[in-house]
């Protein structure tokens, strides 16, 4: 089954404990990028990858960092989580870069930190 | 500056209602692509249409169907004879030809309550 999948879905964390959400995706995607969902704001991109080695800040890059070692991976890395980043991360891919293709989404990571 | 609108933030109707969810878009862009999401309980992102810019054409696949108009700037949303597998929170998302991150810029969402 074509996807993307993320994990964990749901992690609890404290203030300053480095932490790792992986994203994979199977469908030979070129692009990949990072999203996070706040109450009121709809979604908005962390990172994104036009394709391996390739990687670059979204709107919302502070205190996230990414790499692109493979193509079907896309792992979001928090060196030193703070409060502030307690939200609903979403991996997402899609065939090539461009502004014509839709993206799929994974199910979602679900991040508190105290 | 790039922008989508989804002034309706809560919705709620009875099964079998008609429902339209709106959508403003601003853009300075000449070649851009329109999309909805559906998000349910379960709160994963499930794509429904994309919508380019020069495509005016009014799209249904079923009980939805899309209104598009390039004069008001609006991509608005219709689901006919709701049922309540349709209650979930609807985003409209905007991406620009002109912009090379390829990101979608998402409306605020609007949250649909079917009751039975």
């Known amino acids: 089954e074509a996807q993307v999948t993320q994990n964990p879905r749901y992690l609890i964390t404290v203030t300053g404990k480095k932490l790792t959400v992986t994203c994979s995706q199977n469908?030979?995607?070129?692009?990949m990028s990072w999203y996070r969902q706040d109450p009121g704001l709809g979604l908005r991109q962390i990172y994104y990858?036009?394709?391996?080695?390739?990687?670059d800040k979204g709107d919302v890059p502070e205190g996230y960092k990414v790499s692109r070692k493979e193509k079907r991976n896309f792992p979001l890395i928090l060196e030193s989580p703070s409060p502030n980043q307690t939200s609903l991360y979403f991996c997402?891919?899609?065939?090539?870069?461009?502004?014509?293709?839709?993206?799929?989404f994974g199910p979602g990571t679900r991040l508190t930190v105290t | 500056a790039q922008k989508v609108t989804q002034a309706q933030t809560e919705i709620s109707v009875v099964e079998k209602e008609d429902v339209t969810l709106d959508c403003v878009y601003e853009?300075?862009?000449?070649?851009?692509?329109l999309f909805w999401y559906k998000q349910p309980p379960s709160g994963e992102l499930v794509f429904l249409i994309r919508?380019?810019?020069?495509?005016?054409q009014n799209e249904i696949s079923g009980r939805y169907s899309w209104n598009f108009q390039k004069s008001t700037s609006s991509f608005n949303f219709t689901i006919t004879a709701s049922q309540v597998v349709d209650s979930a929170v609807y985003f409209c998302?905007?991406?620009?030809?002109?912009?090379?991150?390829?990101?979608?810029?998402f409306g605020s969402g609007t949250r649909l309550l079917v009751r039975p």
């Open positions: 997402a891919s899609s065939w090539a870069s461009g502004s014509s293709y839709e993206q799929y």
């Open positions: 469908m030979n995607h070129e692009y």
């Open positions: 990858s036009m394709n391996v080695e390739v990687t």
């Open positions: 853009t300075r862009d000449t070649t851009y692509y």
């Open positions: 919508r380019n810019s020069f495509d005016e």
């Open positions: 998302a905007l991406s620009e030809e002109m912009d090379s991150s390829y990101k979608l810029i």
